[in-house]
Structures are given as structure tokens and as C-alpha cells.
């Protein structure tokens, strides 16, 4: 079974707090890609980063670090020092050798002044 | 701005009718994707196109169909609408051989 998981619902932080989101995902494929969206208010959805299979090196980008663990089947994304900016419906999704993009539920994060 | 643009942006129209959703993918882009996002099933893959060929369908109702033309656009055509029908449909595209897809501004489909 395919399937991406962010058990978190909803979160909500101070500005300036750190704060991580979770993302576990199932496959069977040896060679797949995950990613991370951003849908802010507006309603776009955002591209943020993408990662294959075969790279678990851990990537930061300003403020934003994810954590790709194969052993646990899992790509968690930590924000640093949020701001209110950063309040949007963040999705984790798995991209596999059958050309399809499954997305998880979503976590609203809230980030309070 | 992703790049992918799709029109309309908002569509209102009453159950029973069909309607037809437009997107141009970014430019050398070759792959379209359709998506629905509703509240109850949040964001679910319908359709993949490449280079005017059908690659993947997810869950796409038979009500609905889409079609990719030879300069890359793609229409997705939704029929009997029904009031479960109202969604937000993204469109998205890639490049060959990258994974990561860009999406459009999405089409909020209202079904009345």
C-alpha cells in the first residue's frame, strides 16, 4: 500500500518558536521522491523541496531544515524561528514509479504573534 | 508564480450541467496533472497526461474526462455535476525526468 501519513492536525506555536512537522510515508518502490507543499490562505500550493529515494542527506534552506530517515520511513520538516508568515496548510507527499503524487491529510500550522 | 496558469479561476454553476477547466503548463513542460482538493477527501491525484498521451488516472469519476492537446494545454471536463462535485481542481506540470510538480492557482468550482 502507498500511503503518507502527518498524524498532526493542527498546530499552533508563538512567533519565533521552532516547530516540526511530521510526515511518514509507506511504499513498496525502491525508487520514489517526497515532497513537501505549502498552501497558504490564498490558496496556491507551493513547492518547498523534493528528495529521491536514494539521497538521505538532511537539506536547510534558510530557515526551513527537513529530515529524511529511511529506517523509519520518514521526512520530517522543522521550521526555525517561525513566523507569522509561515501560517499555512503545510502537505507531505510521495511520488512513485507509478506516476502518481499522493499527498497526506495536512497540518495546519498557526503561527501566533 | 509557478508558471502554470489556469482558467477560470471561480465557476458557479448548477448540478446537472458541465463545465470545462483550462491549464497551460510551464514552458518545455511536457507532463499535466489534474488534482481535486475538498474538504472530506482533501487532495486527491485524477489524471496524468504526458505529451498528449494518457500516463496514470487516479480517482477520476466517469463523469469526468480530460484531454492533453498537441500544444500541451489541457482541459479537464467535468459532466452532470452533482453538488459533491464542488472543489478546488489544481492542474500542476513537470519537466521530463524531475519529480517535482508546479502547481497552478487552482479553478474553485462551486455547483449550486
Known amino acids: 500500500a502507498q500511503k503518507v501519513t502527518q498524524a498532526q492536525t493542527e498546530i499552533s506555536v508563538v512567533e519565533k518558536e521552532d516547530v516540526t512537522l511530521d510526515c511518514v510515508y509507506e511504499?513498496?518502490?525502491?525508487?520514489?521522491?517526497l515532497f513537501w507543499y505549502k498552501q497558504p490562505p490564498s490558496g496556491e500550493l507551493v513547492f518547498l523541496i523534493r528528495?529521491?529515494?536514494?539521497?538521505?542527506q538532511n537539506e536547510i534552506s534558510g530557515r526551513y531544515s527537513w529530515n529524511f530517515q529511511k529506517s523509519t520511513s520518514s521526512f520530517n520538516f522543522t521550521i526555525t524561528a517561525s513566523q507569522v508568515v509561515d501560517s499555512a496548510v503545510y502537505f507531505c507527499?510521495?511520488?512513485?514509479?507509478?506516476?502518481?503524487?499522493?499527498f497526506g491529510s495536512g497540518t495546519r500550522l498557526l503561527v501566533r504573534p | 508564480d509557478s508558471g502554470v496558469t489556469q482558467t477560470p479561476k471561480h465557476l458557479i454553476t448548477a448540478t446537472g450541467q458541465r463545465v470545462t477547466l483550462r491549464c497551460s503548463p510551464r514552458?518545455?513542460?511536457?507532463?499535466v496533472y489534474w488534482y481535486q482538493q475538498s474538504l472530506d477527501q482533501g487532495l486527491q491525484f485524477l489524471i496524468q497526461?504526458?505529451?498528449?498521451?494518457?500516463?496514470a488516472k487516479g480517482n477520476i469519476l466517469e463523469r469526468f474526462s480530460a484531454q492533453q492537446f498537441p500544444d500541451l494545454h489541457s482541459e479537464l471536463n467535468l459532466s452532470s455535476l452533482e453538488l459533491g462535485d464542488s472543489a478546488l481542481y489544481f492542474c500542476?506540470?513537470?519537466?521530463?525526468?524531475?519529480?517535482?510538480?508546479?502547481f497552478g492557482p487552482g479553478t474553485r468550482l462551486t455547483v449550486l
Open positions: 528528495r529521491n529515494s536514494f539521497d538521505e
Open positions: 497526461y504526458y505529451n498528449g498521451e494518457e500516463r
Open positions: 500542476a506540470s513537470s519537466a521530463p525526468s524531475r519529480g517535482e510538480q508546479f
Open positions: 507527499a510521495l511520488y512513485m514509479s507509478s506516476y502518481k503524487l499522493i
Open positions: 514552458s518545455g513542460d511536457l507532463s
Open positions: 511504499t513498496r518502490d525502491t525508487t520514489y521522491y
